[in-house]
């Protein structure tokens, strides 16, 4: 594997921008006013790490290799505000639970089962920038590592992406709830990857590990319903 393998990566590594833009629209960017400064702190920085991972390729495959380390600096920091502050947006999930009003898309199976899948989000996505960190010096494992942490990152997004045109095309409410939606995203993340490492001739590690990892989205439901989980997290997360 050589640098003109990455020259396009660039433009490829766009798509998860605009799918974390739009599937947090309604969440998020459209109601800057009333989020939280956790939403703001895991928005910002998210947003940020998918701008930093777009051009990091196109800086070393035109030969930019300072502005490459650079920004690489950087990214240190970032990756560390998207870990923590996607930490502190776990226990304001659950704790809007004890306020949530009858919803035929998100219940409180939802949010307990995805702070289980958040939870591994996190630590995936903090395990490979290190590893990426680590192999800083082969190229091809730290380029593979640090693609890794889109698809680490994406699925909350291509969720919440995916249930768009849901609505748009049954109505609201949906046939499908949120965690019926996740199970059918869940499959179009993982396609990307696996159509990645047959592009690159690389079945890497670190797509395969994230491939795996992303599976757990399709038990967010008997997760989420786990009296036993449910009494973990409520201790982990105290609020």
Not at 57 to 74: D, E, Q, S, W
Not at 93 to 112: C, H, M, R, T, W
Not at 206 to 231: C, D, K, M, Q, T
């Amino acid at each position: 594997m050589t640098l003109a393998d990455f020259k396009n990566a660039h433009k490829w590594l766009i798509i998860p921008l605009i799918i974390a833009i739009i599937g947090f629209s309604r969440g998020y960017f459209l109601r800057l006013s009333d989020a939280s400064w956790h939403q703001h702190m895991h928005g910002l920085s998210a947003i940020l790490w998918y701008i930093m991972v777009i051009i990091q390729p196109y800086f070393i495959t035109r030969g930019k290799v300072y502005k490459h380390k650079l920004f690489g600096t950087f990214s240190l920091f970032l990756a560390g505000g998207v870990t923590f502050s996607a930490i502190t947006i776990i226990p304001q999930n659950l704790k809007g639970i004890a306020d949530l009003e009858p919803n035929p898309i998100v219940s409180a199976d939802f949010f307990y089962g995805v702070s289980f899948t958040d939870i591994i989000t996190i630590i995936g996505f903090a395990f490979s920038v290190l590893i990426a960190i680590y192999k800083v010096k082969n190229f091809e494992d730290h380029a593979m590592w640090m693609i890794a942490t889109v698809f680490w990152a994406l699925m909350p997004a291509l969720g919440r992406f995916a249930l768009i045109p849901t609505i748009l095309i049954f109505g609201f409410p949906p046939p499908y709830d949120f965690i019926d939606v996740l199970f059918f995203s869940t499959l179009l993340c993982i396609v990307p990857i696996l159509i990645i490492c047959w592009r690159l001739r690389s079945w890497h590690p670190a797509l395969l590990i994230v491939a795996a990892a992303n599976l757990l989205y399709l038990f967010i439901g008997p997760i989420g319903r786990s009296e036993y989980w449910r009494s973990i997290a409520n201790e982990l997360f105290k609020y």
